[in-house]
């Protein structure tokens, strides 16, 4: 049985940093690209960035660009999304998710979240103005 668990979230003022955490397990954590993605209140939920398996392609949304970083660690079966100069607008619950599939693509993308098929339960980040 897989399971995905995310950690880190909290409560932060603008401008500051979060480093949020997700480990993998029930699957071989370094065959699937692995992704974030975040729900805001009244608002769809929305790719954040997303990680090769190999950890050698990443992608960013716009939004993030430039202030997220992604990275993984296959030997301790975690993602991790560090989040710096945060604003009020990056408020959400934020998912970490595993691709449905195996070593299906070696390249990071603006992927669909019907590509990932393994999710977690979330963890809320709340940014003060």
């Known amino acids: 049985q897989v399971q995905v668990v995310e950690s880190g979230g909290g409560l932060v003022q603008a401008g500051g940093s979060l480093r949020l955490s997700c480990t993998a397990s029930g699957l071989t954590f370094d065959d699937y690209t692995m992704g974030w993605f975040r729900q805001a209140p009244g608002k769809e939920r929305e790719g954040v960035s997303n990680?090769?398996?190999?950890?050698?392609?990443?992608y960013y949304a716009d939004s993030v660009k430039g202030r997220f970083t992604i990275s993984r660690d296959n030997a301790k079966k975690t993602l991790y999304l560090q989040m710096n100069s945060l604003k009020p607008e990056d408020t959400a619950m934020y998912y970490c998710?595993?691709?449905?599939?195996?070593?299906?693509?070696?390249?990071?993308?603006?992927?669909?979240?019907?590509?990932?098929?393994?999710w977690g339960q979330g963890t809320q980040v709340t940014v003060s103005s």
């Open positions: 990680i090769s398996w190999g950890g050698k392609s990443t």
């Open positions: 998710a595993a691709e449905s599939s195996p070593r299906r693509r070696s390249y990071a993308g603006a992927y669909s979240q019907a590509d990932f098929g393994y």
